[in-house]
């Protein structure tokens, strides 16, 4: 069992950046694929970047790559998604969530933990 809590959202202005956390609970976090996925109002839930347990192979959406960057620290227990020239677009909640069975998939069916989400609002 993994417990996901995000943190890091808010308010920025296009261009900007933020960084979102995501704290884990569980033994097993190491051995956890992990992604970031995001959903805006009355769209469907989107990847935007996963990485691999090890933190060795990580994956990007298309509208993403370039300006952020997933990472891990499983001594802490965290993933982070630094993000970079945010434009407007990207304003969503953003979920943390992992793959207990090591999947890197930008599929949000192949991951088992979820967190509560954190809102990011991208102003014009």
């Known amino acids: 069992q993994v417990q996901l809590v995000e943190s890091g959202g808010g308010l920025v202005q296009a261009g900007g950046s933020l960084r979102l956390s995501c704290a884990a609970s569980g033994r097993t976090f190491s051995s956890n694929a992990m992604g970031w996925f995001r959903q805006a109002p009355g769209k469907e839930r989107e990847a935007v970047a996963v990485?691999?347990?090890?933190?060795?192979?990580?994956s990007y959406a298309d509208s993403v790559k370039g300006r952020f960057t997933i990472s891990r620290d499983n001594a802490k227990n965290m993933v982070y998604l630094q993000m970079n020239s945010l434009k407007p677009e990207d304003t969503a909640v953003y979920y943390c969530?992992?793959?207990?069975?090591?999947?890197?998939?930008?599929?949000?069916?192949?991951?088992?933990?979820w967190g509560q989400g954190t809102q990011v609002t991208v102003s014009s």
């Open positions: 990485i691999s347990w090890s933190g060795g192979y990580t």
């Open positions: 969530a992992a793959s207990p069975f090591g999947s890197t998939s930008l599929r949000p069916r192949a991951y088992t933990y």
